[in-house]
């Protein structure tokens, strides 16, 4: 079983083997997402990591049940 890595947000930090997503289209990430708009386009357990930083400061906080209600979701448990 292949383990994805993602890392959510990913700015101008892209990292190699991750599956780099941002919002910003401009940025040119491997997915471009937005989390307001629905589910993360990933199945039930298939993320075995989730790198998020310096990014959550900039989603408003109505978004952040949904965010980690999908976080919990792709993630191997």
Known sequence: MELKKINYGCGESKLEGFINID????????IVYDIRVGPFPFKDNEISVI?????LEH???KHWRHLFKEFHRI???
């Not at 919002?23 to 491997?30: A, G, L």
């Not at 790198?51 to 990014?55: A, D, E, P, R, V």
């Open 23 to 30: 919002c910003e289209e401009s940025i040119k990430p491997d």
């Open 51 to 55: 790198y998020c930083i310096h990014n």
């Open 59 to 61: 989603i408003e906080l």
């Open 75 to 77: 993630l191997i448990t």
